[in-house]
């Protein structure tokens, strides 16, 4: 959890970084557009900076997707979400930006995740363009980001949960899931019901029951007809069981 001293920190860049953006410039209100100068004054003092670099004019779905990503990453007192307009004409102001990631015109938008201010080793995200996806994907990382269906103390849970093999301390985790439980409100206790079930499916299943069941409810989602609330159902279930993955390095995507 981020303390107050990083919550500041990233109030404080994004309003210096948006007063200083010129008239007319296009960007996503709730990212931070950086440019060559401003990108390395930046991206050191922060915690986790997802960055999306990108035409300089972006448009279409893909942008629409980046727009409930920023929407959402309000939610994360971690994370910046910050853009790189890049020109392929005249100056091509930021191409150097690009050169220095390996990233293509014909690869927009890429997005790089940076930790800690490493600037030379970010996690890339190679999977399909869509808020869900990337937001999953931060999970992974460490990142919380609220995704719908998902309670962030719960996923903390599950994080624990996940990352020990003992028997006895997965019990405790469940013991503490349903304590907390009974006292939330009840729309919120039946997302956390599906946290519980979760675990216990874990203990009898094994682990690889989260991917298996991530893998059919994806599968169900892109071939059924189904109605809007049952897809959002079926939709809150794969973000809750992607809270139970296990983080990933970030220097392994680039």
């Known amino acids: 959890m981020a303390d107050a001293g990083s919550s500041s920190l990233l109030l404080l860049l994004a309003a210096f970084l948006h007063l200083s953006v010129p008239a007319g410039s296009l960007h996503t209100v709730g990212s931070v557009p950086l440019d060559t100068v401003t990108f390395y004054k930046v991206i050191p003092k922060l915690k986790y900076a997802l960055v999306k670099i990108d035409t300089q004019y972006p448009y279409g779905e893909k942008q629409d997707e980046f727009k409930k990503l920023v929407e959402n990453s309000a939610s994360s007192k971690e994370l910046l979400v910050a853009e790189v307009g890049i020109s392929d004409y005249g100056d091509k102001e930021n191409s150097e930006l690009g050169e220095k990631y390996k990233v293509e015109k014909d690869d927009f938008p890429v997005y790089l995740l940076f930790v800690d201010g490493d600037l030379e080793n970010p996690a890339r995200f190679t999977g399909e363009v869509k808020q869900e996806a990337i937001q999953q ?25 996940s990352s020990t093999r003992s028997a006895e301390e997965r019990q405790k985790i469940m013991g503490k899931a349903k304590d907390r439980m009974e006292k939330l409100p009840e729309p919120d206790q039946k997302l956390a019901e599906q946290y519980h079930k979760i675990m216990s499916k874990m203990l009898a299943q094994g682990d690889p029951f989260v991917s298996s069941e991530i ?18 159902e079926f939709q809150k279930r794969q973000n809750i069981l992607s809270s139970f993955q296990i983080p990933n390095s970030p220097r392994e995507d680039l």
Not at 225 to 230: E, L
């Open 215 to 232: 893998a059919r409810i994806g599968k169900l989602l892109e071939e059924s007809k189904m109605s809007s609330a049952k897809k959002m």
């Open 137 to 161: 994907w931060l999970k992974t990382k460490g990142v919380w980001v609220g995704m719908l269906g998902c309670l962030e103390a719960f996923d903390f849970l599950a994080q624990d949960f």
